[in-house]
């Protein structure tokens, strides 16, 4: 099993821009989550699902849009960057079982640049 | 919504000592508190986690306490090796429904050979 990955690992964007984020899974598991790390201030949940074809607001949910149309991908989308959203963007899951009580599965992280 | 402090923000332990961290929340309702620990370039991993009908848990080298009355928890280390220098991060259920969790800031453990 590959478990989280996400695609691409690091990406350089010009203020105004458009880009998507990608993760995929491939355990099954019915929760995803998008969390952004900057220095210092930890995770921030953006967005989350809780199953195909659902999406929910974070702690940090403006300038960002979600879509979970199959079970096993979840896609973050910056409709135009801006430079306050630089930041390493997380992508985790986790089973239906105990949903967000239960372990978070996390990909290796996106490094976003907006210049 | 939830607020999860966490302290401290770097520690700096001699190598074979034990090393503490300490996180305090807000909702007196949260019931699931993890720990994770993320290397360098790499995503967060679960290392332990506890819920609040226990006190504290324990798995080799690594244990957590809950002190529900107070609202926080803690994370020990002991006998620290150089492996276990990372960045650590508790974490607390979001509040109001939403399904996620809210981290602390996290603390930067540097064990010292």
């Known amino acids: 099993n590959a478990g989280v990955t996400q695609t691409p690992k690091f990406r350089v964007l010009k203020t105004g821009q458009s880009m998507t984020l990608l993760c995929a899974q491939d355990?099954?598991?019915?929760?995803m989550y998008w969390y952004r790390q900057d220095p210092g201030m930890g995770l921030r949940l953006i967005h989350y699902s809780v199953g195909e074809g659902t999406t929910a607001k974070g702690e940090v949910p403006d300038g960002y849009n979600v879509s979970r149309l199959k079970k096993q991908n979840f896609l973050l989308g910056l409709e135009s960057a801006a430079p306050s959203q630089t930041s390493v963007y997380f992508c985790?899951?986790?089973?239906?079982?105990?949903?967000?009580?239960?372990?978070?599965?996390f990909g290796p992280g996106t490094r976003l640049l907006v210049l | 919504g939830e607020n999860v402090e966490q302290h401290p923000s770097t520690l700096s332990v001699q190598e074979g000592d034990s090393a503490v961290i300490k996180c305090t929340y807000s909702d007196s309702a949260s019931n699931y508190f993890p720990w994770y620990k993320q290397e360098l370039g790499k995503g967060p991993q679960l290392i332990i986690d506890?819920?609040?009908?226990?006190g504290e848990k324990k798995d080799q080298r690594i244990a957590v306490t809950l002190n529900k009355t107070a609202k926080h928890f803690s994370l020990h280390i002991t006998e620290t090796q150089p492996e276990d220098s990372a960045v650590y991060f508790c974490a607390a259920p979001s509040e109001g429904g939403a399904d996620g969790l809210t981290f602390g800031k996290g603390t930067h453990l540097i064990i010292q050979p």
């Open positions: 355990m099954n598991h019915e929760y």
């Open positions: 506890i819920r609040s009908n226990v």
């Open positions: 985790a899951s986790s089973p239906l079982t105990g949903g967000p009580h239960e372990t978070q599965y």
